[in-house]
């Protein structure tokens, strides 16, 4: 496993991230969870994302009675605020920022966390509001540093500003979906970030599954796949037959390179450097071992132009 530094930070976390959403605390039974995180560590991963809203609250719970096992400066631990609360409790004011901090943290079990990061761009409250809450909580030591999720290149260049001009807690860390199938970050987040020492860590570097190339065009997805249960909201943009079939051409090049499919998908991502980590999720051990194994794959140019060719 590789490593990279994480913006203007001195955090280093593995080139793959493990992932909470939808697994953890959720759908999978406990015993199969924690045997996902035991082999997130014996490949070397030591960056976990999870959120506060993820499964309500469960999966900050359940990595809150695995994570500290382990010593804590063996991962860096990631989390979340904005999204509504089972309560009803949502948003970046000052007021929920520190109260979710409290609530997160007394999940996790933990007494800090290294990042917390804005989980969406909260048009509700002012952007100082909610930089000088993230601020006191890194004064007050329950986060190291402080991300965001979702934001654009806009919204990320004020937040930059603002922290310049009153002293805020810097932002180091930036969290879009970016993969092959989705590039948009490429035209403001990336380069908004690049230009002020802020590195990307990834969601959906695989496009929820669709470019390990288990989908096939043409056929039925199998019932207990995640394109069966989604393929009508969040996923439907990925599964026509067009862009299944491109997906499947991908992998006479990853054959050639000795690479699963998935494993090329994840190196494309991994090859741009302002890309600290890639988050992965898994609901079996075996998956996590082959995501694992595109950490410091090179892929040379010719490589890269072929597997644009396809997508284009």
């Not at 290294?114 to 100082?128: G, K, S, T, W």
């Given at each position: 496993m590789n490593y990279r530094r994480l913006g203007d930070s001195d955090l280093r976390v593995s080139e793959i991230c493990l992932g909470s959403w939808l697994t953890y605390g959720g759908a999978l039974e406990k015993s199969e969870a924690e045997a996902c995180v035991d082999a997130a560590f014996d490949a070397g991963?030591?960056?976990?994302?999870?959120a506060n809203v993820y499964s309500g609250g469960r999966a900050e719970?359940?990595?809150?009675?695995?994570?500290?096992?382990?010593?804590?400066?063996?991962?860096?631990?990631?989390?979340?605020?904005f999204g509504e609360m089972p309560d009803g409790d949502r948003g970046l004011s000052r007021a929920q920022i520190l109260k979710q901090i409290d609530g997160?943290?007394?999940?996790?079990?933990?007494?800090?966390?290294?990042?917390?990061?804005?989980?969406?761009?909260?048009?509700?409250?002012?952007?100082?509001?909610?930089?000088?809450?993230?601020?006191?909580?890194?004064?007050?030591?329950?986060?190291?540093?402080?991300?965001?999720?979702?934001?654009?290149?806009?919204?990320?260049?004020?937040?930059?500003?603002?922290a310049r001009e009153h002293g805020f807690a810097k932002i180091v860390s930036s969290q879009p979906e970016y993969s092959l199938l989705h590039r948009r970050p490429e035209r403001g987040i990336m380069p908004a970030s690049a230009a002020n020492g802020i590195s990307q860590i990834v969601w959906s570097p695989l496009a929820q599954g669709v470019l390990t190339g288990k989908y096939m065009p043409g056929q039925a997805f199998e019932a207990t796949t995640r394109a069966a249960a989604r393929g009508d909201g969040f996923m439907s943009r990925y599964l026509g037959d067009d862009v299944l079939a491109r997906v499947q051409r991908l992998r006479p090049i990853a054959g050639g390179l000795g690479l699963t499919t998935g494993q090329l998908s994840l190196a494309w991502v991994l090859r741009d450097e302002r890309v600290a980590s890639a988050i992965v999720g898994a609901s079996r051990p075996e998956q996590i071992a082959e995501n694992a194994g595109a950490s410091g794959v090179d892929l040379d140019d010719a490589t890269v132009n072929a597997i644009e060719a396809v997508l284009a």
């Open positions: 991963i030591n960056f976990i994302d999870t719970e359940f990595l809150g009675e695995v994570l500290p096992r382990r010593r804590r400066d063996s991962y860096v631990l990631a989390t979340k605020v997160s943290l007394t999940r996790l079990r933990a007494e800090y966390v290294d990042l917390y990061q804005c989980h969406a761009y909260d048009r509700d409250v002012p952007l100082e509001e909610t930089l000088e809450a993230l601020t006191d909580v890194v004064r007050a030591g329950k986060a190291r540093y402080i991300g965001v999720s979702n934001w654009n290149g806009k919204q990320i260049r004020d937040g930059v500003r603002l």
